[in-house]
């Protein structure tokens, strides 16, 4: 840490910063923060940003954070966790940083006030908006010189102004317990965890907030030293919110239950009721997501304006804050005119009216592709499932997808075919690009969805590598081919430089409907070879947090990646399988040509559907198995000589998804001599190694 670090926590946009060195009076206001602060001065700086240059409360432009001066050498005790401690030689400053700017002066000092009423040892007259406190790493040369020291700095720790007024209706007795953690009058920890998040629940306590207390404060070391704290936790506070003794206690601190009227949301208090919606949410189904560790949703009809949305869905997240109401609400008829306090109060409402009509759920997956249901396997979309003998619309399945607003392949998964569309994609669609490409590429979707069942016979699924210079049709066969044929709307390619959070959100949203990335580089080829090999070897990435916790990314998908180069990496090779494309094969007059032009735009729609069940038939009659052991032995035949098995294995699982398709459409299946090249690309048989 520097100066200059932390003072840059404390920056609102567009305000200034005001710095005084040796004396307060000598106070300069500056647009960035100075690389030469002294360290054997005494240095100050307002904590609030201003908008013109003083020292006044009228020259306050806004905040980042909240504050307490404690002129007390007793390490302060508070009950919600700072994000930031200073020692000033003489005392603490205590600092809980802000998610957004505060530019309400009197709410600042409302909020200060708030704080500095919950730590005992705090000084009463510090709270104004204008205040000044020391900056860390200089001299309090105030009698004796004593260094300023940092002696906390965790600005992921952050509070909404609705946390904080959670303060204000806070019980004395669960202030205590929360800051000593101290057990005296119940018969266990359990039971004075259940009254602190009860307490909680009931002052309007978000999730997030509960979470950081019982994971920073002394009253969390039960639910720290849980298997799962997350999930503990997470039942405490679902269990908490719908139970008697939380309305109870709402009741008492004047926090009325929301009521529906017909053209919004109401809360009523002690001054009255007020509206908080433009909207009413009428609930029809629970998705429910903790079979793969996923958060609940509510399907529900949003009427707004005289006017009905049907089947729109809210994560649970949804109804813990405004900004994330908002987030998923972008019709401009639906409007959260309320607090978050009051968002929180939507879930228990809208779960009660499910309840009263027999609470109808469905188990729901994050991710699209193939799922076991008690050993059936079904096929979720994003447009309905599919089993092996029918297809469910939306969400009237036995399974359902749970939409994650995140980036997600789409689905058109109906199944809608004629013996006509069969014969005529057997004819016309090896016919498109050499057999080494198409029964590569075909081999490659087909068994895509199958991939968990694959992973299940241990094989691995390998990732497919699209190379040619440009104007060999990589791109088009992916994505007007392919994609389409196999069941997806409006296929998409990724660049394969973009960024790792929307490549580990796209690899997490599917487990059998292929993703595409184009555009393969050399110069991006380190960054992104670690998907190649994680997604390939374990199908995760986990990601440490500051708190030291971690974060599991499923890489589940199976993805292709076109471009120009290949990939060089040995050990990538070995994961991947290879469609080499040539411009001359798809030049105007070829028979690839004419064939493409033939069938583009007319690729039936409802293939990809029949196809996913035809392939679910033969997992059930255990047809696939059979076929799995067939495409073993012809690979072993083809390929004598010992191979790696990784590269053996990877193209089994091309043979058998090549060998499906032609099943399904009727024709010869190919002989696996189209597998050569591939084999040939990734590694040398002669030289018996990897190239």
Known sequence: ??????????????????????????????????????????VFFGVAARKTKGNEKADVLGTMALWVDADDLQKPLCTLPPSAIVMSGHGYHLYWFLTEPLTDVPTIEFLNQLLVKDVPTADPACW???????????????????????????????????????????????????????????????????AIVTDLVACGASDQLIQLIFTYQPCGEKVRAADSPAHYLEHTVEKARSSKAVAAKQAEAGVSPIEEMPDGYYVGGRKGKRRVSTFVLQPKLLLDGSAFKAEDALVVDVNAEGYSWPDVTFTRSAFTSVSQMDRQAPVAAWQWLGSDNDVRQLLPHLMTRLQEGGLPRVVASPAVGLHFRKGVPYFIGTDGVL???????????????????????????????????????????????????????????????????????????????????????????????????????????????????????????????????????????????????LAYDTGHDPRGRGDQTTVDYPLMAPFSIDGE???????????????????????????????????????????????????????????????????????????????????????????????????????????????????????????????
């Open 1 to 42: 840490m520097s100066q200059q670090e932390f003072l840059n926590a404390f920056r609102v946009p567009n305000g200034w910063l005001s710095l005084a060195i040796g004396h307060v009076a000598s106070a300069k206001y500056v647009s960035e923060v100075p690389a030469d602060l002294p360290s054997e001065r005494d």
């Open 128 to 194: 104004n908006a204008n205040r000044v406190l020391r900056v860390p790493f200089t001299l309090n040369t105030k009698d004796v010189p004593v260094a300023v020291t940092l002696q906390k700095w965790d600005p992921a720790i952050r509070y909404t102004p609705d946390d904080v007024r959670v303060l204000e209706r806070l019980s004395k007795p669960t202030r205590h317990k929360i800051r000593t953690g101290d057990s005296r009058g119940y018969r266990s920890r359990s039971e004075r965890d259940w």
């Open 387 to 533: 089993s092996d003998s029918q297809f469910w619309p939306g969400f009237t399945g036995p399974m359902a997808w749970l939409p994650s607003q995140r980036e997600h392949p789409e689905t058109n998964l109906a199944p809608s075919v004629t013996d006509a569309d069969l014969e005529a994609l057997g004819q016309k669609i090896p016919l498109i690009n050499e057999p080494s490409v198409v029964w590569i590429m075909l081999g490659w979707y087909a068994a895509a969805v199958l991939k968990p069942w694959c992973e299940e016979h241990s094989l691995r699924f390998p990732i497919l590598s699209v190379v040619g210079t440009k104007g060999s049709g990589k791109t088009t066969l992916i994505q007007r081919v392919f994609a389409p044929l196999f069941g997806q709307l409006n296929p998409k390619s990724y660049d394969a430089g973009t960024t790792r959070f929307v490549v580990l959100a796209i690899l997490g949203s599917s487990n059998a409907v292929p993703v595409a990335f184009s555009e393969f580089r050399y110069e991006s080829a380190e960054r992104f070879l670690r998907y190649v090999l």
């Open 565 to 691: 180069d290949l990939i060089a990496d040995p050990a990538a090779r070995e994961r991947i399988v290879v469609a080499h494309l040539h411009p001359a094969t798809v030049a105007e007059g070829t028979t690839a040509y004419d064939t493409f032009r033939e069938v583009r735009g007319q690729l039936p729609a409802g293939f990809g559907g029949y196809f996913i069940q035809q392939a679910l038939k033969r997992i059930g009659n255990g047809e696939l198995d059979e076929l799995l052991e067939a495409a073993r032995d012809a690979v072993f035949k083809e390929f004598p000589s010992r191979l790696p098995d990784r590269v053996r294995n990877n193209h089994i699982v091309i043979l058998l998804g090549a060998w499906l398709w032609a099943d399904v459409v009727g024709i010869p299946r190919p002989d696996p001599a189209f597998l050569q090249r591939s084999v040939a690309t990734v590694y040398s048989i002669s030289a018996g190694r990897s190239r």
